[in-house]
């Protein structure tokens, strides 16, 4: 991400009040789980889009509450993650907002396909919102469905109420902190805050997609 951005996010995230409603944390993709949509507060196709970057999909429009660019559509089905449908915002909504323009086929026009570049873990909030983080997918619902996938395919799904979520997020941060880029970033964070404690709480809520759909051992 641009400095001048993360900067920008660092003041955002110490000197903005949270507001009541959703508008201004990140648009997540969406998931289809037992038959329903469900929010995705995780990335799936991030991985195959730096490895990609030509496949990217891209829009005029640009929004604070949509920094990737494009929410995903995916679906858990016969043991599987599968990539359904990508949309990106178009302008001129008709309640003069935007809408949502489909690209699957200008860009996987093989959709529906199986994630197979995707290894980690699918954090899918449920039930009402508990404490809203005005950052990303920071916020926090009342239970959460954890479904680890590797390769594509559903090795484990796990039920957290809140507590036992808040106790994974914590021992997955500390994975995390043990990492170079932890180390990397608290140092840049550091230099905009006013303590240490600001700085490791900003990359706790700034990170959190990163670091919870990980299963991978820290490097």
Same mark, same amino acid.
């Given at each position: 991400?641009?400095?001048? @951005?993360? +900067?920008?996010l #660092?003041? &955002?995230?110490?000197?903005c009040?949270?507001?009541?409603?959703?508008?201004? +944390?990140?648009?997540?993709?969406?998931?289809?789980?037992?038959?329903?949509?469900?929010?995705? %507060?995780? %990335?799936?196709? *991030?991985?195959? &889009?730096?490895?990609?970057?030509?496949?990217?999909p891209?829009?005029?429009v640009?929004?604070?509450? &949509?920094?990737? +660019?494009?929410? =995903?559509?995916?679906?858990i089905?016969? +043991?599987a993650?599968? @990539?359904?449908?990508v949309?990106?915002?178009?302008?001129?909504?008709?309640?003069?907002?935007?809408?949502?323009k489909?690209?699957?086929?200008?860009?996987?026009?093989? *959709?529906?396909?199986? #994630?197979?570049?995707?290894?980690?873990? &699918?954090?899918?909030?449920?039930?009402? @919102?508990? %404490?809203?983080?005005?950052?990303g997918?920071?916020?926090?619902?009342?239970?959460?469905?954890?479904v680890?996938?590797? %390769?594509?395919?559903?090795?484990?799904?796990?039920?957290?109420?809140l507590?036992?979520?808040?106790?994974?997020?914590?021992?997955?941060?500390?994975?995390?902190?043990?990492?170079?880029?932890? #180390? =990397?970033?608290?140092?840049?964070?550091?230099?905009?805050?006013?303590?240490?404690?600001?700085?490791?709480?900003? @990359?706790?809520?700034f990170? =959190?997609e990163?670091?919870?759909?990980?299963?991978?051992?820290?490097?």
């Open positions: 991400m641009d400095r001048t @951005l993360w +900067g920008l #660092a003041v &955002l995230c110490i000197t009040p949270a507001p009541p409603a959703r508008a201004t +944390g990140q648009a997540p993709d969406i998931i289809e789980i037992d038959g329903k949509e469900a929010d995705l %507060n995780t %990335n799936p196709l *991030a991985p195959y &889009l730096s490895a990609h970057p030509e496949q990217r891209t829009s005029d640009v929004s604070s509450g &949509l920094w990737r +660019g494009y929410i =995903a559509h995916w679906q089905a016969e +043991g993650l599968r @990539l359904v449908k949309e990106v915002l178009a302008g001129g909504g008709s309640s003069g907002g935007e809408d949502m489909d690209v699957t086929a200008q860009y996987f026009p093989q *959709a529906p396909l199986v #994630a197979t570049w995707y290894s980690g873990a &699918l954090i899918i909030p449920r039930g009402e @919102l508990v %404490n809203y983080v005005h950052m997918y920071a916020s926090t619902y009342e239970a959460y469905t954890v680890v996938v590797k %390769n594509g395919i559903v090795a484990k799904r796990d039920e957290l109420p507590a036992q979520f808040e106790a994974y997020r914590r021992l997955k941060f500390d994975e995390f902190k043990s990492t170079k880029l932890y #180390a =990397a970033e608290f140092k840049r964070a550091r230099k905009q805050m006013k303590s240490s404690t600001m700085a490791e709480q900003f @990359l706790f809520e990170y =959190a990163q670091y919870l759909s990980s299963i991978e051992q820290p490097k």
